[in-house]
């Protein structure tokens, strides 16, 4: 009677031991797809801030001033603290 217990104590740790080592894959995994998901947002974010500025440049040359200025020196401003980071 000892010894069936103990081997389902054994069982039972081996389970618990397993399942923790899966849990744990499992999570690094989610992290390695949150970082790939995060790289792709960053770029387009930047394809889309690129675009913006365009825009707001192409808007200045027609004669656009104040609000796109203003717009265009945030936009900027924020690109060249992002590139020196």
């Known amino acids: 009677m000892e010894v069936i217990t103990t081997v389902a104590a054994v069982i039972t740790a081996l389970g618990v ?35 913006v500025l365009a825009c707001l440049k192409g808007l200045q040359e027609q004669g656009c001033d104040g609000p796109v200025t203003i717009a265009i020196t945030k936009i900027e401003t924020h690109l060249n603290k992002q590139a020196h980071k």
Do not use: N, P, S
């Open 17 to 51: 031991i397993f399942g923790l080592i899966f849990a744990v894959y499992r999570w690094y995994l989610k992290q390695e797809k949150q970082d790939k998901d995060i790289k792709f947002i960053k770029e387009e974010q930047i394809i889309l801030t690129q675009g």
